[in-house]
């Protein structure tokens, strides 16, 4: 996961008074109330992180589609060599692999995103706070 996507989650939680310590029970010792525009504040850096992240994963299915056909190029040029055709193959494949590794950081960064601003849409501000010190806790540790 990037670390900006953990610095929003980060930010928010320190922004409503649950930068160090998340108390479990009651609301109580809360050191102040959540308000609509601290629910605002994280929906709009999650926006922001799903556009930029839409626009990387394209460009990573480019990159894969582009790996596939260069490779596949390079092994019919040089269909009479058969070194070198297992050598593009490796090395193909371990192109492929690396972008396809990344496309599933990047997929599971995006669910997180998507889930959470599916659910913070229509959640009061204090019940999306207990759900985002769920989500930073289980995503991030700490």
Known sequence: MRKSLKNAFKA?????GFSDFIPLGDDDEQKRSVTKEDSRFLLDKLVGFQKVNDIIIIVFIIMLCASFGIGLFFVFHFLDNSTLISAIFGG?????LAIIMKLRQLWMEK????????????????????????????????
């Open 12 to 16: 928010y939680l320190r922004r409503i």
């Open 92 to 96: 193909n494949f371990l192109v492929i």
């Open 111 to 142: 669910f997180i995103i998507d889930y959470v601003l599916h659910v913070l849409k229509d959640m009061q501000p204090k019940e999306a706070a207990k759900f985002i010190v769920d989500i930073y806790s289980t995503f991030f540790g700490n």
